[in-house]
């Protein structure tokens, strides 16, 4: 129902653009939301957009990065600039329903210091 695409090696401040392709019947109605977990780290969230385009974000990716959504596409992104060796981590989208927790696969992003 949820898939990512778009993770990779990057150097230190650089960036990267994830996808998340959603099911229609999710994009239209539930939040998607980015999360993050690092080796030995718990999972955080790092950004979130509702159905109607509201957005928030983590105190630590505030000024960097910027989620978005396309409706005809049925896809979130998350635009990732000036990265830095702590955003190193597996980042999956998540969209909580009234039924139940999707999940994506996860998509890797690492950055060289």
């Known amino acids: 129902q949820l898939v990512e695409s778009g993770g990779g090696l990057v150097q230190a401040g650089g960036s990267l653009r994830l996808s998340c392709a959603a099911s229609r019947s999710i994009f239209s109605t539930a939040p998607i939301k980015w999360y993050r977990q690092a080796p030995g780290k718990q999972r955080e969230l790092v950004a979130a957009?509702?159905?109607?385009?509201?957005?928030n974000y983590a105190d630590s990716v505030k000024g960097r990065f910027t989620i978005s959504r396309d409706n005809a596409k049925s896809t979130v992104y998350l635009r990732m600039n000036n990265l830095k060796p702590d955003d190193t981590a597996a980042y999956y989208c998540?969209?909580?329903?009234?039924?139940?927790?999707?999940w994506g696969q996860g998509t890797q992003v690492t950055v060289s210091s």
């Open positions: 957009i509702t159905s109607g385009g509201f957005t």
């Open positions: 998540n969209a909580p329903t009234e039924f139940r927790d999707y």
